[in-house]
Nanobody, 115 residues
Framework: QVHLVESGGGLVQAGGSLRLSCVPSGSIFSINYMGWYRQAPGKQRELVAAIASGGSTNYADSVKGRFTISRDNAKNTVSLQMNSLKPEDTAVYYC?????????WGQGTQVTVSS
C-alpha cells in the first residue's frame, strides 16, 4: 500500500518560514490533484492549498499571498512554501493526493508558530 511521507514541519516564530514536502512511498498513477490540508485543535480539517495536474492552484483565503504550492510531476512530489507565518497557522498539516476515485493521506506533520 502506498503511503505519503511528509517532512519539514517544526517550530517557528511568527513571521518566519517553513517548507513542507511530500513524497509517495511508491508509484501512484493518474494523479489529478495534490495538496495540503491542516487541522488545528478543536477545528475541522481544512484545505490549505491544492494544485491540479495541469498546474492550476487553489488556496484558502487565509493563506493567499503567503503560501505557495508546487509539484514535480515527474517525481510525484508536492511542496508547500509557507512564509510570513502566523500563530493561527499552527496545526497538523496533511499531504493529500487524489488519483481517480482514490484519496491518499499522509500521517501529518506538526507546524507550530509562536508569537
Amino acid at each position: 500500500q502506498v503511503h505519503l511521507v511528509e517532512s519539514g514541519g517544526g517550530l517557528v516564530q511568527a513571521g518566519g518560514s517553513l517548507r513542507l514536502s511530500c513524497v509517495p512511498s511508491g508509484s501512484i498513477f493518474s494523479i489529478n490533484y495534490m495538496g495540503w490540508y491542516r487541522q488545528a485543535p478543536g477545528k475541522q480539517r481544512e484545505l490549505v492549498a491544492a494544485i491540479a495536474s495541469g498546474g492550476s492552484t487553489n488556496y484558502a483565503d487565509s493563506v493567499k499571498g503567503r503560501f505557495t504550492i508546487s509539484r514535480d510531476n515527474a517525481k510525484n512530489t508536492v511542496s508547500l512554501q509557507m512564509n510570513s507565518l502566523k500563530p493561527e497557522d499552527t496545526a497538523v498539516y496533511y499531504c493529500w493526493v487524489r488519483a481517480g476515485p482514490v484519496d491518499y493521506w499522509g500521517q501529518g506533520t506538526q507546524v507550530t508558530v509562536s508569537s
